[in-house]
């Protein structure tokens, strides 16, 4: 059983960067794929990106402005997130899975963290 705590999240103006983490227990992080994944209020739940062995992915809206990593030795992975717009306003999740490929939806996914809500004020 992995479990995942966010961190990381909070108020920040439109510009401004974050960090998100997504710490990892009874697993490594380096044998699942991993995900970050978002709710906005009102919106369904929407894939952010993910990373495994084989690289990582992201989606279009935040490509160029979001980088997933991911630390081994920490067993921790992070989303460092630029250029925030008022649009990034949701609650980050962090997902887990065996199974998953970079591009499987959160459905896939087995195991997940409880959120950290982020807000980009414009």
């Known amino acids: 059983q992995v479990h995942l705590v966010e961190s990381g999240g909070g108020l920040v103006q439109a510009g401004g960067s974050l960090r998100l983490s997504c710490a990892a227990s009874?697993?490594?992080?380096?044998?699942?794929?991993m995900g970050w994944f978002r709710r906005a209020p009102g919106k369904e739940r929407e894939y952010v990106a993910s990373?495994?062995?084989?690289?990582?992915s992201c989606a279009d809206s935040v490509k160029g402005r979001f980088t997933i990593s991911r630390d081994n030795a920490k067993n921790t992975m992070f989303l460092q997130m630029n250029r925030l717009e008022p649009e990034d306003t949701a609650i980050y999740y962090c997902?887990?899975?065996?199974?998953?490929?970079?591009?499987?939806?959160?459905?896939?996914?087995?195991?997940w963290g409880q959120g950290t809500q982020v807000t980009v004020s414009s």
């Open positions: 997902a887990a899975d065996r199974r998953a490929t970079l591009w499987s939806i959160g459905s896939d996914y087995d195991y």
């Open positions: 009874g697993g490594f992080v380096n044998a699942y794929t």
């Open positions: 990373i495994n062995w084989s690289g990582n």
